[in-house]
């Protein structure tokens, strides 16, 4: 994974280099593009993880998981166009505990798990709300076209600090649980810094993208890849692809019909948000249960 990551950096540095020479409406395009390519194809594979986990297979999986991915997709639509403010809230918290626990996780040795979901909660957060606060203009628009409620910059500062304070606790709390907490510490402060440096510098989407893809998605695909077949490597890099297609494809299909139906409406952004969170909010719950199986195994 340590491999993953300097990758990361390096190509997270590049992505600040494309912000210096491509203007931002195309920054916005290329960052849904890679947001609709590697983030949906990160979470396309629930069926197989979900089978490797319970060892037991099931009759037409592709159906019955087109069925549960259309159902998710209509009620998060429902619930972004009737009650968007709780919609958005339980996005974010969704999303920062699968941030925080995907980064994380591997790192963790047996301890009280309550304040390690707490730990990958904060962690998450934080890194939203650092997001957010060095684009909090863009943040305040999008928040107001999603749910029509006016949020504060104070509230994403106190936001910031607070998810600053809690992270500091709990990591004094787990330092005997972290592994090599001494040495990998120094190390999560300099990814905290690239990160910094990266939505400083970026529009709210590129630096979002960035994050999402370089820093999450590309380790939850080798997780997952390794989980599935036991190893990393181009054959079973190709089998996991394989698996993917046919739920990416009718993501892509599903958003694209999606938006040509309501592109005029102001409530764009949360049929975009809906799609995203559709796939976050079943995903996140596969791979928590992905997790907790390695470690049943390993014990």
Known sequence: MD????????????????????PGEYEIILGFILIFSFGILHGSNDILLIENISNKKTKHPFFKVLGVYLLTV??????????????????????????GEQHWESKMKKSNPFFVKLFYLFYGLFILFLLFLFNATEVIEV?????????????IIYGLVSSSIALVLLALKLFNTIQNFNTIIFKELFYLIVFAIVFKVSTLIWGFTIYFILWHSIPSLFEQVHFIYGSFKKETIINYLKGAFPYWLVSLVGIVVVVSIFKEEKLLYAIL??????????????????????KTQSN
């Open 3 to 22: 491999k993953i990551y300097n990758i990361s950096i390096v190509l997270s540095f590049l992505g600040l280099w494309i912000t210096s020479i491509v």
């Open 74 to 99: 209509f009620s998060a639509v429902v619930l972004f166009y009737y009650i968007p403010i709780i919609a958005f809230i339980l996005f974010i918290i969704f999303s920062a505990f699968h941030f």
């Open 143 to 155: 928040i107001y076209s999603i749910t029509n409620y006016t949020i504060f910059e104070e509230i």
């Open 273 to 294: 948000f809906s799609f995203i969170a559709a796939i976050t909010f079943p995903h996140a719950l596969v791979i928590n249960k992905m997790f907790k199986h390695k």
